[in-house]
């Protein structure tokens, strides 16, 4: 089999138009050269494509079949050459991202990049760490092409594309050998007179957890602050207190244990929501094959 896009260009030229003289004009060849790159095809392909007659012409229903795939190879094809000549350009040959320090890539996201890579470069990929309304900032001036923001605590994303990635929940960090670690979920009532520690800059997360505190009017011994997750962690394996975060993906540490909160799960209005957000006039050729790699892992977790 020798497939070629001269074949299927010309197989979907003369289907478009359905005559040979006018899709061998198109093509640039005489009409004998151009039946013969059909019939080649019809022979790699092992089907007929095309219904000749002296008056007409129509596909067959192996040809409308072979038009779709047809049509999507030919489609790749051309973009990965449009891909490939912006990249020779020096135009979107790197792909920026940004994203939370508290809450990190989500496993798709990471998965998208990951293959992104491998297909360009390593060098093809950049990540940028900052807060949530510096990325959106910056994904407005053009600073970087698209950012994973928590949607929650934004006055606004609807200048922007967006996408869900995943929904966040609030969990309770514990030590493994706690009493705590032993339940499914805690109740805000297990907080009294404990220390609580929260992450910096995560003002969402403060305010409901002290919201439904007032509402069951549990009393806390006192509250602290850590600088990232891992200060977080670390302060609650030395026993410093009981720790809280807002994440989209189930977390795993040594020696510690990740605990929803029973009344602010059922209440479900705590819940957030963690997105993907760019410019609508997003022109990075990388992006656009990170978010049809992005599509493919969601789909499949789906």
Not at 191 to 211: D, G, P, W, Y
Not at 244 to 262: C, H, I, K, M, Q
Request: hydrophobic share 40%; proline share 3%; net charge positive.
């Amino acid at each position: 089999m020798s497939l070629t896009i001269q074949k299927l260009k010309a197989f979907i030229t003369v289907a478009e138009t359905l005559n040979f003289t006018k899709a061998a004009e198109q093509m640039y060849m005489t009409q004998p050269a151009y039946s013969r790159l059909i019939l080649s095809l019809e022979k790699d392909l092992g089907v007929q494509l095309l219904k000749r007659t002296t008056r007409r012409v129509v596909l067959t229903e192996a040809g409308e079949t072979c038009l779709v795939h047809a049509r999507q190879v030919v489609d790749s094809y051309q973009r990965l050459c449009e891909d490939a000549e912006r990249l020779r350009n020096g135009k979107g040959n790197k792909l920026k991202i940004g994203y939370n320090p508290f809450g990190g890539p989500p496993a798709s996201v990471t998965s998208a990049i990951q293959d992104l890579m491998r297909m360009y470069s390593p060098e093809a990929v950049q990540l940028v760490q900052k807060y949530s309304p510096e990325l959106m900032e910056d994904v407005r001036n053009g600073v970087i092409d698209c950012a994973i923001v928590w949607k929650s605590g934004l006055k606004t994303i609807d200048d922007l594309e967006s996408r869900m990635l995943s929904e966040t929940h609030i969990y309770s960090v514990i030590r493994e050998f706690s009493p705590l670690a032993r339940k499914k979920m805690i109740s805000l009532k297990d907080l009294a007179n404990e220390r609580i520690l929260f992450l910096r800059q995560t003002k969402v997360t403060v305010q409901t957890v002290h919201r439904y505190l007032q509402r069951m009017n549990v009393l806390i011994k006192s509250e602290g602050q850590a600088d990232d997750r891992e200060d977080l962690f670390l302060r609650v394996r030395l026993g410093e207190g009981i720790g809280f975060l807002g994440t989209g993906e189930p977390l795993r540490a040594d020696g510690l244990a990740f605990r929803l909160v029973e009344e602010i799960e059922n209440s479900g209005s705590a819940r957030g929501q963690i997105v993907l957000v760019w410019k609508r006039e997003a022109e990075n050729p990388l992006f656009s094959r990170f978010l049809e790699l992005l599509t493919g892992f969601m789909a499949k977790k789906a």
